[in-house]
């Protein structure tokens, strides 16, 4: 505790996150007494103080601020049950003391926040979704509170709030050097010894302020003159922190302990440890603070969200070991760290169908004890348990270990806090339904598959649907499982962020269909192509929305009836074929969109041969692309009529030289496959399409379409192979170099055992008694086999099967 502090207020530098200080500062509180607690944190969340007591409130939770009219701009506080912050509130709420939060307000950042971003910026809303955070959102995820080893313009600052500046070396990492003036390389290593592995806590709040006083004093020496450490943003805050120190004080409170950031405690202390200072220079500073209207409430937090690696500021190598540290710490806890660290590995490698014996046990607990003494450290820390299980429990295989890393080290712990905490409707409806099906988030991503015959699996589908609507991607799907499947399988994973997305969703609707039939039908058939119309009708038919169907299958129409366009009419009609096909399978009417459908056909129809012709090769394979999803979506909806129709369209597409050779090849293919032309046919059109007064580039795309998908009719198709081998040997070097990579393109997309087979086909022409002649391939002219050798390994080349 400080005694440059003026009675009667005394300062507790904090280090955001850490058992051992959550500890001492509960130990500190206890002793002095305070009638008043003064918290680093967002005033706007005062009034939920009290939820932070109720059993309920069940840390990794977080305080969220947002504001009022844009929930998007938001800014989270989260909170553990080590966080000290935690520790102050709840103990000054069992004492009946007085408490509040004391940062700069919110409103004020969220409004400076708008001054510093340039016009057309867009600040994040929220923590990156992966877990290991790409898209990164690092410099936004910020702690409530300081602590000396993250970014100090953000130790204090929640996510979204404030701007990066060049920081002092000191100002970046006070921690770093604490922890290499005593010798130590690893500042965590170094705290972990210091404070969190501490068993009297005694005058550990006067060597923090002592220390961060001398810090300070020596970044300031270094800048130049007339230059201030403290940035705009931490000044303010000191600032605002003070005043509200004063005001307790005014108050009449007698005993006023203030938890803030270990940084914070020299400027709180005033300049030299001589006292708060006068209150009109802090007056003036904050004079003119632009505001918004603000809105706050708590909402669940997860573990790996309170990691470094999560990109959070103020984050932990690995909070579910001080979460172990903590409630070995406890009461009931056996303060034995170590022994039920070890303990909880081995029943874990246990439940993994991995052996670990008690012996096992036994010995990686001594080895970490041995290890901690060579070290010259008073118990084995993290680094020495982990070398110890890595060598006795795990056998020195590093697989188990990262398992124990992902489970127990990091967790997968989500909180959850109290039903009456204040949430918008939308919130308090998601909830509601996720009780009701049973199917509530955890921390742990997790596989699920859904079968659509069972109404709870129904519901529980059309919910995850819906959410994605509104963009909480709570769900993702695995994969595409067959068309008409009544089965889905999904990868389940919650993100503490979406809280905010739920937010900004309610001013759609105050339930999960509303909200989710509003978002999809709002300005759609705007701007809106067809295709776009097709995707959000198809979601509406997955998340089961009947009045988002009605409008958008309207709109479908109306688009569909003037729509021209090859390629949009074929990006459209897959996914419209496969809702008219499929989805009676969720119990929505689909079969009106027939009429539609057998629409857009027919001007497809029309249209495509002539948007076929004279194009490159990038427009040919996105034209084929569509061709080629037109035919799937025929052969779902089996309408024999416009398959008719379409066989014509594939004849006139083979027939016309203009159109492009990948194009012509593939139409060739799939006649062939529909059996509208038998092998000698395509026999015909191969030695056609590959004579010798043929280009090769056209030739060898009109193989590549030929080969589209699959090598069977290579494999299977003898005068195929013929033609192949017969258009081979006409080329001279220079003309086969020409059409190597097209070639290339072609097979290299068939698998090996493909690949193989071919290969074998190209060795059995080498010549011997038992090979077929190429004779007995080809429906056509005699072959010169003597000719006929010299292409085999130029084939092997092309086929990849060496010599």
């Excluded at 935690?86 to 007085?98: G, P, S, V």
């Amino acid at each position: 505790m400080t005694d440059a502090a003026p009675d009667p207020v005394k300062l507790f530098g904090v280090r955001h996150h850490g058992p051992g200080c959550a500890r001492a500062l509960g130990a500190a509180l206890a002793e002095y007494r305070p009638d008043a607690v003064l918290i680093e944190g967002p005033p706007e969340a005062n009034d939920l103080i009290p939820l932070l007591a109720d059993p309920a409130f069940v840390p990794p939770a977080a305080l969220l601020v947002h504001r009022a009219d844009d929930a998007s701009k938001a800014a989270f506080f989260p909170l553990a049950d080590y966080s000290p912050e935690l520790t102050a509130a709840r103990w000054a709420l069992n004492a009946d003391a007085e408490v509040e939060f004391i940062d700069l307000p919110m409103t004020h950042q969220f409004a400076l926040e708008e001054a510093e971003t340039p016009e057309g910026d867009v600040l994040p809303a929220s923590p990156s979704p992966s877990g290991g955070a790409p898209p990164s959102d690092a410099d936004d995820d910020e702690p409530l509170e300081d602590e000396p080893g993250a970014p100090p313009d953000g130790d204090g600052e929640a996510e979204g709030a404030g701007k990066r500046y060049d920081l002092h070396p000191i100002r970046s990492d006070p921690l770093g050097w604490l922890a290499r003036a005593a010798g130590y390389e690893d500042r965590e290593r170094w705290w972990e010894q210091q404070v969190e592995q501490r068993r009297d806590a005694t005058g550990l709040f006067d060597a923090i302020a002592e220390a961060m006083t001398e810090l300070r004093t020596e970044a300031e020496a270094d800048l130049p003159d007339g230059e201030d450490l403290a940035e705009d943003r931490d000044a303010l805050r000191e600032a605002y922190m003070r005043r509200r120190v004063r005001a307790a004080v005014k108050a009449g409170r007698h005993r006023i302990a203030v938890v803030c950031g270990a940084w914070h405690v020299p400027a709180l202390l005033g300049s030299g440890g001589n006292g708060l200072g006068p209150d009109k220079p802090d007056r003036e500073l904050l004079k003119g603070l632009g505001k918004v209207k603000t809105a706050a409430t708590v909402c669940p937090w997860t573990n790996d969200r309170l990691t470094q690696a999560s990109g959070y500021g103020a984050g932990i190598e690995s909070p579910g070991w001080y979460g172990h540290l903590w409630a070995a710490s406890s009461p009931d806890g056996g303060d034995q760290p170590a022994i039920g660290w070890v303990t909880r590995a081995a029943r874990l490698l246990r439940e993994e169908g991995q052996d670990a014996s008690s012996a096992g046990v036994i010995e990686a607990v001594r080895l970490a004890d041995a290890l901690a003494a060579l070290r010259g450290y008073c118990a084995p820390g993290l680094s020495e348990l982990s070398q110890a299980i890595l060598g006795v429990l795990c056998h020195g295989e590093p697989a188990p270990l990262a398992l124990i890393r992902r489970k127990l080290e990091v967790g997968d712990a989500l909180g959850s806090v109290p039903p009456d905490a204040p949430a918008v409707p939308l919130q308090k409806d998601l909830e509601a339904t996720q009780k009701r099906l049973r199917f509530k988030p955890t921390g742990e991503k997790k596989s699920v598959t859904l079968d659509l015959r069972k109404e709870t699996d129904l519901e529980r589908s059309r919910l995850l649907h819906r959410l994605a609507i509104l963009g909480v991607p709570w769900g993702v799907r695995s994969h595409e499982s067959g068309t008409g499947t009544y089965k889905e399988a999904w990868t389940l994973d919650w993100r503490p962020e979406f809280a905010v997305r739920i937010i900004e969703s309610n001013r759609y609707g105050g339930t999960v269909p509303a909200a989710a039939s509003s978002k999809l039908t709002e300005h759609a058939g705007g701007s809106d192509g067809l295709a776009d119309l097709v995707k959000r009708l198809d979601a509406a038919l997955l998340a089961d929305l009947p009045g988002a169907v009605g409008l958008l299958v309207d709109r479908v129409r109306d688009a569909a009836a003037v729509a021209a366009d090859a390629a949009g009419l074929a990006a459209a009609i897959p996914p419209l074929a496969r809702v008219a096909r499929y989805g009676d399978v969720r119990g929505t009417a689909a079969q009106d969109l027939l009429p539609v459908l057998r629409g857009m056909l027919e001007r497809y129809f029309v249209g495509l041969p002539p948007a076929c012709r004279a194009l490159d090769d990038e427009a040919a394979a996105a034209a084929l692309g569509g061709a080629a999803g037109v035919h799937g979506a025929l052969k779902t909806l089996e309408l024999s009529e416009e398959a008719e129709t379409w066989r014509g369209v594939l004849f006139a597409l083979t027939n016309e030289d203009e159109v492009h050779g990948l194009l012509r090849g593939w139409a060739a293919r799939t006649l062939l496959e529909e059996r509208a032309i038998d092998a000698d046919d395509l026999a015909r059109r191969a030695r056609l399409a590959l004579a010798a007064a043929s280009e090769p580039a056209a030739a060898a795309a009109w193989v590549e379409g030929l080969l589209r998908g699959s090598a069977k009719v290579l494999l299977y198709e003898d005068a195929v192979w013929a033609a192949l081998d017969g258009w081979l040997t006409t080329l001279n070097d220079e003309r086969f170099l020409e059409v190597l990579p097209l070639l290339r393109r072609s097979f290299a997309h068939f698998s090996h055992p493909e690949r193989r087979e071919m290969g074998t086909r190209v060795k059995d022409l080498d010549g011997s008694p038992n090979a077929p002649s190429s004779k007995t391939l080809a429906a056509g002219p005699a072959v010169d086999e003597e000719r006929a050798r010299r292409v085999i390994p130029v084939l092997r080349t092309i086929l990849g099967a060496g010599t």
